[in-house]
């Protein structure tokens, strides 16, 4: 449940209360599926339905790619998700877009939108506000509205939600909304004993970090939105670097890096149930680093059906990033660096002109 020891520990430090918001990640969830399930939208989902994208970025993609993980294999319709500035050529009429912006003032997603309602591409935006939601009627796309005050990356639980309701009314059969409030009672359920993990890997993570190692995340389908959701929480809550490797893609490549020297450490997330051809990799990778010094460790998922193992996942990794930020002795919230990055974009690129190119 929610340590508020912990929480008061760090309260010095965590001045948006991040942590706290972590650990209410079940509650979250419930409310979330509270405010979305049923969700009736205003638009004509194409006939026939080619495909559906989600695009955003940050924060606010990290759901699209959480669904991709839960979906692809599983669902016939093709589900893309992009982090990107321009939409592929091939979305056209028959697909349907979800542009996902947090804060609705995000260069990348509004040009998105732009192009998809010059190309009459169906459009539904998920955001708390700002440009997207000022122009929605205008350009005559539905909004699913996110609650507002929230950090983006924050916000992980009602996007999700928001998403796999959206999914629900474009096919009715998905039923994902009442899996998600299964899996926030699975998450209550199990949270302690994640806390314990998180808590564990975090330290493991400072004193690796506190010897000048670099952390490489690796992983397979379908837990590459949790490595790849590790990796930008250590990015945005602890403000250190991190990379990203996809398992098995980097055994035929990036893996010669090893016959160097490196200052490298890893974590490798992997399946209760690992398939062998997937072990078998595993076995050959831990043998190389112990081979070559270089400090290990492996996360698995709380056992659960695939919904409940990946949040089980964001769960830990979420608490591990904040416990590592406030151990460090830095403030998870604040983005300093990129809150300067979208301040000198502003200067130079007015967004409301780029909306008004339609
Ligand atoms: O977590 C963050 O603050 C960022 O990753 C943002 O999500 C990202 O910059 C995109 O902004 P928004 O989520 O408002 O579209």
């Known amino acids: 449940m929610i340590d508020n020891d912990l929480i008061s520990k760090y309260a010095y430090l965590d001045k948006s209360a991040m942590l706290a918001r972590v650990f209410s990640y079940p509650n979250d969830l419930k409310d979330a599926v509270s405010r979305y399930s049923g969700l009736k939208l205003q ?3 194409p006939k026939p339905l080619k495909g559906i994208t989600i695009a955003g970025m940050g924060g606010s993609f990290i759901g699209a790619f959480f669904l991709q993980d839960l979906l692809q294999d599983k669902w016939e319709l093709p589900l893309f998700a992009i982090k990107d500035i321009c939409l592929p050529a091939f979305i056209d009429r028959h697909h349907l877009l979800v542009a996902v912006s947090y804060s609705g003032n995000t260069e990348e997603t509004i040009r998105i939108i732009v192009e998809a309602c010059k190309k009459g591409v169906p459009t539904v935006a998920v955001t708390s506000g700002g440009l997207i939601a000022e122009h929605a009627e205008k350009l005559g796309y539905p909004v699913v509205k996110l609650p507002p005050g929230l950090a983006p990356r924050a916000a992980f639980p009602y ?7 959206i999914m629900d009314y474009v096919i009715p059969s998905t039923n994902l909304t009442q899996s ?5 009672s699975f998450l209550e359920r199990h949270c302690d004993n994640l806390l314990h993990i998180a808590l564990d890997l975090s330290e493991w993570m400072l004193q690796n970090y506190l010897t000048n190692r670099l952390l490489v995340v690796y992983g397979y389908r379908p837990y590459l939105s949790a ?7 250590i990015n945005e809550n602890a403000k250190f ?3 990203f490797s996809e398992l098995p893609e980097s055994n035929h490549n990036e893996i010669m890096g090893w016959e160097a020297p490196s200052n490298l450490f890893t974590l490798t997330v992997r ?17 190389l680093w112990s081979e070559r010094g270089v400090p290990f460790r492996e996360v698995r998922p709380a056992k659960g059906n695939r919904l409940e193992e990946l949040i089980s ?5 979420d608490l591990a990033s904040v416990l590592l930020a406030l151990k460090r002795g830095v403030d998870p919230t604040p983005v300093e660096t990129i809150s300067q990055l979208k301040k000198y974009l502003d200067i130079r690129i007015n967004l409301r002109d780029v909306l008004k190119l339609l």
């Open 159 to 165: 996007i999700l939600t928001a998403l796999t309701a």
């Open 180 to 184: 998600v409030a299964e899996a926030a």
């Open 227 to 233: 490595c790849y959701r590790l990796k930008t929480q």
């Open 313 to 317: 996942l964001f769960y830990i990794f």
């Open 241 to 243: 670097h991190v990379f």
């Open 43 to 45: 638009f004509e989902v």
């Open 271 to 287: 399946a209760n149930e690992e398939p062998p051809h997937l072990r078998y990799r595993m076995e050959f990778l831990l043998k």
